[in-house]
């Protein structure tokens, strides 16, 4: 393995990541870099609908 490349802020590169979970075609958990995502709607607060 060779040596990683330099990046600078503004570059664009493809990562390679891991879609641990889907809902109707929607990537909703995935793991990059050994960390995991998950996406969050702007409608949920600490984990709960918005009731308003």
Do not use: C, W
Request: glycine share 10%.
């Amino acid at each position: 393995m060779g040596k990683p490349k330099n990046r600078q802020k503004g570059d664009s590169y493809r990562p390679t990541i891991e879609v641990l979970k889907a809902k109707n075609g929607v990537p909703t958990s995935i793991r990059f870099n050994g960390q995991s995502y998950a996406l969050v709607h702007q409608d949920y607060i600490n984990g709960r609908k918005n009731q308003a």
